[in-house]
């Protein structure tokens, strides 16, 4: 019996329950599951699926479309009907990604107007990027390749979002209005098609052709093998390589970017060649000069250890230094020792560059004038005083390289090493003298005058209590004995 035939009349003031005549008290689920995922479903559309009944499925429909279940039946015929995997767990990870670009063009005013640009630059920026489409759940991802030196913001070009599909008409497409709903995909879904086909799916990309994704028309020219293989299995579009080769070759390509990457190429080949050829020793260093010069010496650093004594002169000290010479071009430069509780700031004593045996006059305003003669590892030996900049450096160590580079391209093989021990000044604590005693309360109390600005009560000594405390009890039980025996 259903709440329709139960007959009740309608008085007012009275009511009654609404379970009457109920019999079904179950709760109704507003949740069901859609391509694996539990999903809220509307009444309506519970009703009507209610309506239609449990109809068999096809698999007439795309795959990306199809459930998990539906995709997994249509590869494998022998699997069975009661197995299912969700849509999430069976796409987890599967993404399609295809390599394309995009151009910009700029005003000619902000490209330049040097001469290397004029030849090699046009009003077009070519950008590289590489789009991810996630299986699991329809999304895409728009990344651009870094490129050094751009000048403008590279990285993620899109966020990871359902990417709708440009509206077209007479006049051309028109975008959504981002002002009208998230991620602005409301414009292109009306009453009339709301379905999963306003959004790109994998049937939509195609290697030679074009994409557009929110105005900017992007050009597929390559793809990985896993897409490879998802269009050549399951969409059942094979993809040759004739048309990579041909799409790579219609690609948009950016003049300076080859420009320069044909430079990068060419520097690095001369390097190479220059390195085997100085390892052959069939490139002597006349020839090629600096540029051998560093590709031989680059990275080694000789290495001396000096002491700078200044104490001739008021607040003076010893400090020691580590000079340390770059073989690759000749330039030097200081590091002062670390000393606990020195008081200065130590670190780069000396900037790295080239320098000169004597001080410039420009620097000290009079004295020799620079005539471009510089250290060489020939004036730095051990045991030897060098001035930089007017201040003088006794060399008393080097290390084990230094030795060896010594040894090899001097013949000094004898390299001596001085004991220096920095001459360490005790402190002397200065004490202020203790004035006579006044008279006035304990000497305790008139010394915290001394130690302090503020005086404090001088702190009682505990050992000095336990050791006088028994006379406080003989001297309260001797009181007390005199007032007995006055009492009597």
Known sequence: MSRTDVQIPKIPGLGFSHHVGKSDFRKASRFAYKDGQCIYTPREEQEQARMLGDRPLTNTRHPFEMSSSEWMASKNVVQSETSFTPRYALLDKKVLRYFGVYVDTVDPSVIGSAPLDAQVRDNNFVHECTILYYL???TMQVGEKRQDNSGMMQGQVVKRTHVPKPVYNEEGWILPNPNEAPNGTASLLNESSQSASSFYTPDDFEIGGEINIFGRLFYIFDCDQFTRDYHDQVLGRPIEPEVVHTARQNAPKDKYIAHVTRQKTAKMELAHRHTAFAASGIIKEEDHGAYLKFLQWDTKVLRFYCVWDDRQTMYGDQRKFVIRYYLANDTMDMVEEKVANSGRTTGNFLKRGRVPKKTPASIVGTGDVHTGDYYTPADLMVGDTITIYNRIFFIYGCDEFTRRYYAQNFGITDMPEYDVELEQQPNAIVRAPVPPYTGFG???????????????????????????????????????????????
């Open 136 to 138: 699991e759940d329809g």
């Open 442 to 488: 304990t000497q305790e109390d008139s010394f915290g005058s001394v130690l302090y600005l503020v005086p404090k009560p001088p702190h009682r000594s505990f050992q000095k209590m336990l050791d006088v405390r028994h006379l406080g009890v003989a001297r309260a039980a001797m009181t007390t004995l005199r007032r007995t025996r006055r009492n009597d």
